[in-house]
């Protein structure tokens, strides 16, 4: 049971350069998060999923795409990276709404550097 | 959401108990209290969650008292290794993509 995973671990990219953070999940959970953390902040919500084929803005969504085209699996997309996206990137996933199930499991994070 | 503060920063050292008090006044009926720790470069970690009065489990201890306007989270016998930030987070459950999570408070634990 590896929980959630992400990948890359780093990846630095140039102005305008476009990639995918692949975050994947084998607890079966229904809900899955997309957040950034900058240097001593705390996280912010960029999207969010509450399934499979759903997916909905949070706090700061500009210049961030998602998909969750499988249960396990929610995609983050940067299509023209900016110098204001360097950030430590987080997935999280949590299995339902009630006490105990809500509970977010979060992966290692991705370190992003935009030049 | 209910806004929530919390101390920036706080030192112990080997051995002690730690209270990390967290206030949030304008916690609603239906409010939960949610603490999360984090290490260093790696993602949060669920602690503890609680409604009222106490709860505890096999990490922590979560202190509310009746108004719920704050509550405290108290770890046992700390280790250097509970050097961290510790997040406050309060909302109803189902409310992950609400919450706010602030800048936490950052526990140092000397020898």
């Known amino acids: 049971n590896a929980g959630v995973t992400q990948t890359p671990k780093f990846r630095v990219l140039k102005t305008g350069q476009s990639m995918t953070l692949l975050c994947a999940q084998d607890m079966n959970h229904e809900y899955m998060y997309w957040y950034r953390q900058d240097p001593g902040m705390g996280l912010r919500l960029i999207h969010y999923s509450v399934g499979e084929g759903t997916t909905a803005k949070g706090e700061v969504p500009d210049g961030y795409n998602v998909s969750r085209l499988k249960k396990q699996n929610f995609l983050l997309g940067l299509e023209s990276a900016a110098p204001s996206q360097t950030s430590v990137y987080f997935c999280?996933?949590?299995?339902?709404?009630?006490?105990?199930?809500?509970?977010?499991?979060f992966g290692p994070g991705t370190r992003l550097t935009v030049l | 959401l209910a806004k929530t503060t919390q101390p920036i920063s706080m030192d112990s050292y080997e051995g002690q108990e730690v209270n990390i008090t967290c206030s949030h006044n304008?916690?609603?009926?239906?409010?939960?209290i949610t603490w999360y720790q984090q290490f260093p470069s790696q993602g949060p970690r669920f602690i503890i969650q609680?409604?009222?009065?106490?709860v505890t489990n096999e990490v922590a201890s979560l202190f509310i008292p009746a108004d719920r306007k704050s509550s405290t989270l108290s770890l046992p016998r700390v280790s250097l290794s509970d050097t961290a930030v510790y997040y406050c987070?309060?909302?109803?459950?189902?409310?992950?993509?609400?919450?706010?999570w602030g800048a936490g408070t950052k526990l140092i634990i000397k020898p």
């Open positions: 999280a996933s949590s299995f339902g709404q009630a006490a105990d199930t809500d509970t977010q499991y």
């Open positions: 609680g409604y009222k009065t106490k």
């Open positions: 304008n916690i609603a009926t239906n409010d939960y």
């Open positions: 987070l309060v909302g109803p459950l189902g409310s992950n993509y609400q919450l706010i």
